[in-house]
Structure formats: structure tokens, C-alpha cells
């Protein structure tokens, strides 16, 4: 069993009352016996009862984020930008992997108690808006991404449509005209896939560029293999494409790969460029182009939102909040 208020404050040879005074940060200890207690609590490793600050306060400090793949560096970078806002509200953030799968995501939805966490952020891709709507507990919530914008919550996103339009006419602005595209799911209705779709699509026709079905390939995930697989099936056609719209940095990075092992010169033969703006997309020889989405204030507007809801905010309206991104021109679309 580890070791209780009291256990501390015999150690330090202070009141129990003092000893709270320190773990909940009241100014008035002076600094001579908070660092002896703080000592105190780091020789005993000391841990906070959860369950006994619940009942004083009625919160927890923590936070759940819940996001499909914690190895995926973007959501890696997502997840890491949390825990740094976070801190600002005073919030410890507990992260959990969903794959994507929908039993997962019902478990995060119903399974993670609102006697554990005062909040929940989730990143959903199975789950229908309906199924959000219909769930047990009553844990204030964010949704995060573009999958489930018609469920009755709050929710924070950026503009996938506006860009993949952006990534496709900078293509277009270095005068390439035979665009391919890797990342479209014609298996998902909605959600990334179809909306950076729209974008491209979008450009090409904004500059009188008839849309070719066989330029564009599908990822059924968004990993380096899947575009490094696709790469190749766009370089064995009669004509293959002079630049490429991947729909996330990991599909570029195995496109560019896939265009190095043919002997094919970037951004010479083909220009590439990809989305998210992970730190990897920096050192990749060349370096990548890319849409970087700002990650900060996803956290950010997310985080606002979700303490909206812990202060009492349970019957406002739901509220959409938008984060920008920008342009990245890089090496592989020809910036030096």
C-alpha cells in the first residue's frame, strides 16, 4: 500500500493540514516547510487518493484523449500537444488507443467513468453520429476530426476540403498537369478521405483539369507501405503522373520511396506532397511538402470547450471550432 497524508506528515514532522496546504499548492506555506514536505512526499512517493479528492472537490484533474493510433507520428504530435495545454488548466491527460475499431470507441465512450476523469476527447472513425448520441454516461465531451461533424456535441476540426484545394493547386501553380492522388477510402462515406477527395478534385477544376479515376489510388490505411504501394501501381501506368497529392505525410513518404527505388527524380519527374506536418516530413531527404494543421490550437479550442462543459455548461448548444493550417512548400515540390 503506499503511503497515506498521514504518513507524510509524520516524516516531515508537520500537521496533515500542511501537508494538504503543499499537494494543493495554497501560498501561504512557506518555503522552507514546503520544501521539507515536498521532500517528504518524493522520499515516500506519495500519491494522491483520486477517490478522496473527488469527494472534497468533485474533480478528478484528469482528462481522457482518445485518439485511432498512438504510433502515428500525427497523432503522436496531436497527443503531445494536449499534454502541454492541458497543464494550463491544471489537467493531467490520460490517453487511450482506439484502432479505429468501434467496439474500442464504445468502450472509451462508456467504459472510462466519469468518477475517473472530469472529461473526455475522442478522435472517432467507426462510430455513427447516432451512436454518439445514444451513449450511457454523461462525461462532458469533444470530438475531434471530421468523421461524426452532425453529432450533437461539441467538436473541433480544421478544413480538410480547403486543404487538399490548397496541396493540389500549389501543384498546380509549379505547372504540373497529370495530378495523382493517393488516400482515397471509396469504401468510407465520409470522414479525411473523402473530404481531401473534394479538395483535390475541387482544384483540378478550378483549372479546366478533367478529373482521371486512374490517377487516384486507394489507401485502406495511412501507413508508408500504402503509399509506397501505390506509388508503384501509378508508375507502372502508360502515363504516370507528374506530381502527387498524398492525403497524409506517412503516404508521402512511402511514395517518395517508391519513386527513389525507379529512379525517378523529385521533384524533377515528380512533385510530391503530403498533409499533416509531422516533424519527420523536416528530415526526409528531400524534404517534404506538406498542409501542417495547427496542432496547438487543436488542443487548444478543444480543451476550452471540454472545460465549457466541466464548469457547467452541460445544456449549451454544441459548438464547432475551426483550427488553420498552412502551406509547407519543401524540397519535394522544388523550394530549395
Given at each position: 500500500m503506499g503511503a497515506s497524508i498521514k504518513d507524510v506528515a509524520l516524516h516531515a514532522g508537520v500537521s496533515?493540514?500542511?501537508?494538504?496546504?503543499?499537494?494543493?499548492?495554497?501560498?501561504?506555506?512557506?518555503?522552507?516547510?514546503?520544501?521539507?514536505?515536498?521532500?517528504?512526499l518524493d522520499e515516500l512517493d506519495y500519491r494522491p487518493n483520486l477517490s478522496a479528492r473527488l469527494l472534497r472537490g468533485g474533480r478528478t484533474g484528469v482528462v481522457a484523449l482518445a485518439v485511432p493510433e498512438i504510433s502515428a507520428p500525427y497523432f503522436a504530435e496531436l497527443a503531445a500537444q494536449f499534454v502541454q495545454q492541458a497543464k494550463k488548466h491544471g489537467w493531467t491527460v490520460l490517453i487511450d488507443e482506439t484502432q479505429g475499431a468501434k467496439d474500442s470507441e464504445r468502450i472509451v465512450l462508456d467504459g472510462i467513468k466519469s468518477h475517473l476523469i472530469d472529461g473526455l476527447i475522442v478522435s472517432p472513425l467507426a462510430l455513427t453520429a447516432k451512436e454518439i448520441e445514444q451513449r450511457r454516461d454523461r462525461t462532458p465531451l469533444v470530438l475531434l476530426g471530421e468523421r461524426l461533424?452532425?453529432?450533437?456535441?461539441?467538436?473541433?476540426?480544421?478544413?480538410?476540403?480547403?486543404?487538399?484545394t490548397a496541396a493540389t493547386a500549389?501543384?498546380?501553380?509549379?505547372?504540373?498537369?497529370?495530378?495523382?492522388?493517393?488516400?482515397?477510402?471509396?469504401?468510407?462515406?465520409?470522414?479525411?478521405?473523402?473530404?481531401?477527395?473534394?479538395?483535390?478534385?475541387?482544384?483540378?477544376?478550378?483549372a479546366r483539369i478533367r478529373y482521371d479515376a486512374t490517377l487516384v489510388q486507394p489507401a485502406k490505411s495511412y501507413h508508408r507501405a500504402d503509399g509506397y504501394a501505390a506509388m508503384n501501381q501509378l508508375l507502372d501506368l502508360p502515363q504516370p503522373p507528374d506530381a502527387v497529392f498524398c492525403f497524409n505525410d506517412l503516404l508521402a513518404i512511402g511514395a517518395l520511396r517508391?519513386?527513389?527505388?525507379?529512379?525517378r527524380g523529385v521533384p524533377g519527374d515528380v512533385a510530391v506532397i503530403g498533409f499533416d506536418g509531422i516533424e519527420e516530413g523536416d528530415f526526409h531527404t528531400p524534404t517534404l511538402?506538406?498542409?501542417?494543421?495547427?496542432?496547438?490550437?487543436?488542443?487548444?479550442?478543444a480543451l476550452a470547450l471540454l472545460e465549457r462543459r466541466i464548469d457547467g455548461g452541460a445544456s449549451a448548444s454544441p459548438q464547432e471550432g475551426y483550427a488553420p493550417f498552412e502551406l509547407l512548400i519543401r524540397q519535394s515540390t522544388g523550394h530549395p
Open positions: 496533515v493540514k500542511t501537508v494538504s496546504n503543499v499537494i494543493n499548492d495554497f501560498p501561504f506555506v512557506s518555503a522552507a516547510t514546503r520544501a521539507k514536505v515536498q521532500a517528504a461533424t452532425k453529432a450533437p456535441v461539441d467538436h473541433v476540426s480544421i478544413d480538410n476540403v480547403a486543404g487538399a500549389h501543384l498546380l501553380a509549379l505547372g504540373r498537369r497529370r495530378i495523382a492522388a493517393i488516400g482515397s477510402q471509396p469504401h468510407i462515406s465520409g470522414g479525411t478521405a473523402a473530404l481531401r477527395l473534394r479538395g483535390f478534385r475541387a482544384a483540378l477544376r478550378t517508391a519513386l527513389h527505388e525507379r529512379g511538402s506538406t498542409i501542417r494543421p495547427d496542432r496547438a490550437e487543436i488542443a487548444r479550442l
